[in-house]
């Protein structure tokens, strides 16, 4: 089967709008990933054993599952006890929760690189836990964290095909569906490869400056 420049073009602005989609999952299930990830990390070193241990063990439940089976649940599963999900909400939340467990893993070890002399010193200016989170622990632990969870969330925009299993109008879906109506595989399919692999450049591009950044920044 030979390329076709003109087929290329008619599918275009499908598989674009498809990426649209990709995009939007991806930066919305890592704000998701972000924030639980924190709370879970938080949760996890509370100095309630019950509190701590079914944190950890809900972390490593949704570690050593399948993404795709968690996504099944929660757009297949779930509607059966009454609780209904659009497509991309479903997908945003799998994509969130799952991703959160291993972004709760790097925030604990940021946090624990703190030097315990900062909550000394938050406690002995009166502060409260609340306020040395957010004044003190976290602005220290955060940063360096980046690279990291970066690394995370490029691997999140890589399982987003994922979600056309779920009907998620996505790249990979919209793809599927332009190739199963034409009978042409090798111009969708060649042009998904092509878009995930330039945006995951572009984003390893972006994670590399952010490393030499911060370690110069460590440097000095």
Known sequence: ?????????????????????TILATVLGALVAAVFG??????????NAA???????????IRGTPLLV???????VLPDIGIRLSPLVAGVIGLGIHYGTYAAEVYRAGIDNVP???WEAARATNLSTRQAWIHVILPQAIPPMIPALANYFIAMFKETPLLSAITVLELMNQAKSVANSSYRYIEPMTLVGVFFLVISLIS???????????????ER
């Open 38 to 47: 924190l709370v879970l990390a938080i949760a996890r070193r509370s100095r």
């Open 204 to 218: 390893v591009v972006g994670l590399r400056f952010l490393e030499n950044r911060y370690a110069r920044v460590d």
């Open 116 to 118: 315990r002399g900062q």
């Open 70 to 76: 968690q996504l099944y649940f929660i757009f297949y």
């Open 51 to 61: 509190v701590s241990r079914t944190v950890g063990f809900f972390a490593d439940f």
């Open 1 to 21: 089967m030979e390329w076709d420049w003109t087929f290329v073009w008619q599918i275009l602005p499908t598989l674009l709008q498809g990426l649209k989609i």
